[in-house]
C-alpha cells in the first residue's frame, strides 16, 4: 500500500459550497456550471504540483478570477448597440478634448476604443448570421 493504516493524511476538500463563499468574497457572481468549471480546474492540477505548493484560496481564487473573466454572456442587441453608442461619446469627448489641445490621445482611450470597436464588429456579425 500506497500509505500504510497509521501514515497520517491530510485530505484538503474544495466543494461547490466553499467556491461560491470564495466567489462571493471576491463580489464575483458564478452560476453552478461555472463552479463546477472551477472544480474540474482544481482537479486538473498535476498532483506533483498539488503535492508541492497545495492548492490554496490563493490558486482557487485565480481559477475563480479566470472562470468569470471568460464567461459568455447573452444581451439584446439593441442594450449592446446603445451601451457602444454611450461608450463612444463619452470616449470622443476625451479623444478631441486632448486633440485640441495638441496633446497626444491617452493609450488608455485608444485601448477602451479598441473594446468598443470589437463589441460592434461583434454585434454586426451576429446581427448578419440572425438574419
Known amino acids: 500500500a500506497k500509505y500504510p493504516g497509521d501514515t497520517p493524511l491530510m485530505l484538503v476538500i474544495w466543494s461547490p459550497e ?9 463580489d464575483i457572481s458564478l452560476s453552478d456550471h461555472e463552479i463546477r468549471t472551477v472544480l474540474v480546474r482544481l482537479e486538473d492540477i498535476p498532483e506533483d504540483q498539488r503535492t508541492e505548493s497545495g492548492i490554496s484560496s490563493g490558486v482557487a481564487m485565480e481559477i475563480i478570477s479566470n472562470v468569470s473573466e471568460n464567461r459568455q454572456v447573452t444581451v439584446p442587441a439593441e442594450l449592446l448597440a446603445s451601451l457602444i453608442q454611450t461608450a463612444e461619446q463619452a470616449l470622443w469627448k476625451r479623444e478631441w478634448a486632448a486633440r485640441d489641445n495638441g496633446l497626444v490621445v491617452p493609450e488608455c482611450v485608444t485601448r477602451r ?8 464588429a461583434l454585434l454586426k ?5 440572425n438574419d
Open 18 to 26: 466553499e467556491i461560491q463563499a470564495l466567489a462571493d468574497g471576491m
Open 125 to 129: 456579425n451576429n446581427t448578419h448570421e
Open 113 to 120: 476604443q479598441a473594446v468598443v470597436n470589437q463589441a460592434r
